[in-house]
């Protein structure tokens, strides 16, 4: 197979695009490929790994297309459901009146929530799902690890070293610690142009509040002298996320006891598929299992 080559990129389509290029082909279906890693950009510049796939021109193949069956079960499509909390990750000037997700929901209203929430699983998905759950992996039984089960100790040391960031930041807010069910560190504005201000410190679909949450982490285990972890929020965005993630997954779970067809849920972080596990572990009838690989990692609701 001396045709196939390996392109990299920090995309899976920029890896693609430099396949062309190579190639001097026009468009995918002129390429036979499959996708390595869909590749991450890590946290706050480090850990950053590229997109890898292999491709070779079909033209070179005789016609002949191996690698398709394996890169179709690779990429399988996955219908992401529409969040109220995407915005732009370019920074824009503090004093724009930056919006976070809730402004977002604000403006588009009820549109976002009539679109698809969960999409039926491929033939691929399937099979991995099936496997899972005949190795008894049963994400009801066994749901995935908590980021919340820290001691107050632990909590009060996150609240001071977020209190200075934010200080740092050049923010007027708040920082509070919640206990219970699920403990955690929240910034709050002070007022209401500095809760609109805080979105810069959310980003697209959390993503700065997860490089911010991995700081604090950091700083918090070289005090305490073990790695240790907090949840950290801005303006509860997480207390949103989670109450939008149990109202997917219940109507998934609703849709899988009326077809029997399992569907699978957009990929999320590992804190988000917890909250659906748990959300449907004392639902009857369904189970849930994780399938996939990071970054593009997802739930499955299925028939128990």
């Not at 398709?68 to 370019?90: G, I, L, N």
């Not at 099979?127 to 001691?151: H, Y």
């Not at 609240?159 to 709050?188: D, F, H, R």
């Not at 810069?200 to 509040?209: D, F, M, S, V």
């Amino acid at each position: 197979m001396s045709e196939y080559q390996e392109f990299t990129g920090k995309t899976v389509e920029e890896a693609l695009k430099n396949a062309r290029e190579e190639f001097g082909v026009s468009g995918l279906s002129d390429l036979d490929f499959e996708i390595l890693t869909q590749g991450s950009r890590g946290v706050l510049g480090m850990g950053a790994e590229p997109a890898r796939i292999i491709a070779a021109p079909k033209s070179a193949l005789g016609g002949a297309t191996p690698r398709k069956e394996v890169a179709e079960k690779t990429a399988a499509p996955v219908e992401p459901a529409p969040r109220p909390d995407d915005v732009s990750s370019e920074p824009k000037p503090r004093r724009r009146r930056e919006r976070d997700d809730e402004g977002g929901e604000r403006k588009r209203g009820r549109s976002s929530s009539r679109g698809k929430d969960a999409s039926k699983v491929s033939e691929a998905a399937t099979a991995e799902v099936e496997a899972a759950v005949a190795a008894g992996s049963s994400a009801k039984a066994k749901p995935e690890p908590s980021d919340d089960e820290v001691t107050p100790e632990a909590l009060e040391a996150g609240k001071e070293i977020l209190e200075q960031l934010v200080e740092m930041m050049g923010y007027k807010a708040n920082v509070e610690v919640t206990t219970g069910a699920t403990a955690k560190i929240t910034v709050y504005g002070a007022d209401e142009e500095e809760k609109e201000a805080l979105g810069a410190l959310i980003g697209r679909k959390g993503e700065r509040l997860s490089a911010l949450q991995h700081l604090v982490n950091l700083m918090l285990s070289r005090k305490m002298g073990t790695w240790t972890r907090v949840l950290v929020d801005v303006e509860d965005y997480r207390g949103r996320r989670e109450r939008q993630l149990v109202e997917v997954a219940t109507r998934a779970a609703e849709r899988v006891s009326e077809t029997g067809q399992m569907l699978q849920l957009e990929p999320m972080s590992a804190l988000e598929r917890r909250w659906v596990h748990l959300a449907l572990r004392d639902v009857d009838g369904v189970t849930t299992q994780s399938i996939g690989e990071e970054p593009m990692r997802r739930v499955v609701v299925l028939k128990a």
